[in-house]
């Protein structure tokens, strides 16, 4: 997987969609409402659409509202990198991809569940591998 990864911004413009591109490598936001995960409930994991690096698994996502897929916590914690954001004059943490640099999203703390973490992450930054596993 890292043997391939890209380096340079013009190999990843190549490897990735423009709307991929804004969101992963310039920290871009999508529009909301238009990702095609957003509504996704099938059960199985979210990976780094840049490196294929496990993020979220389907046991953690939930409706938020928002227009983004939202999440209660990382799938690995060592997959994903949190970042003080203080761009658009506000007070953010971002949501990097840890093992390609890749910009996911930010987190909020007005989840639901104990922890209170609600991760908003764009869809375009996500692929999704589907698991056999029966919901429970
Ligand atoms: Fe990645």
Same mark, same amino acid.
């Given at each position: 997987?890292?043997?391939?990864?890209?380096?340079?911004?013009?190999?990843?413009?190549?490897?990735?969609?423009?709307?991929?591109?804004?969101?992963?490598?310039?920290?871009?936001?999508?529009?909301?409402?238009?990702?095609?995960?957003?509504?996704?409930?099938?059960?199985?994991?979210?990976?780094?659409?840049?490196?294929?690096?496990?993020?979220?698994?389907?046991?953690?996502?939930?409706?938020?509202?928002?227009?983004?897929?939202?999440?209660?916590?990382?799938?690995?914690?060592?997959?994903?990198?949190?970042?003080?954001?203080?761009?658009?004059?506000?007070?953010?943490?971002?949501?990097?991809?840890?093992?390609? &640099? &890749?910009?996911?999203?930010?987190?909020?703390?007005?989840?639901? &569940?104990?922890?209170?973490?609600?991760?908003?992450?764009?869809?375009?930054?996500?692929?999704?591998?589907?698991?056999?596993?029966?919901?429970?």
């Amino acid at each position: 997987m890292k043997a391939k990864m890209p380096k340079t911004n013009e190999e990843w413009f190549k490897k990735l969609t423009p709307e991929q591109y804004d969101v992963l490598r310039k920290k871009g936001t999508e529009v909301a409402f238009t990702g095609k995960l957003l509504h996704n409930k099938k059960n199985g994991m979210y990976t780094c659409a840049g490196c294929g690096a496990e993020l979220f698994s389907s046991d953690t996502k939930f409706d938020s509202g928002t227009g983004w897929p939202s999440f209660t916590e990382p799938a690995n914690r060592k997959n994903v990198e949190l970042k003080e954001d203080n761009s658009h004059f506000m007070h953010r943490t971002e949501v990097i991809c840890k093992n390609c &640099g &890749g910009h996911l999203g930010h987190v909020f703390n007005d989840g639901p &569940g104990p922890a209170g973490k609600r991760f908003c992450i764009n869809s375009c930054a996500l692929d999704f591998k589907e698991s056999n596993k029966k919901k429970k």
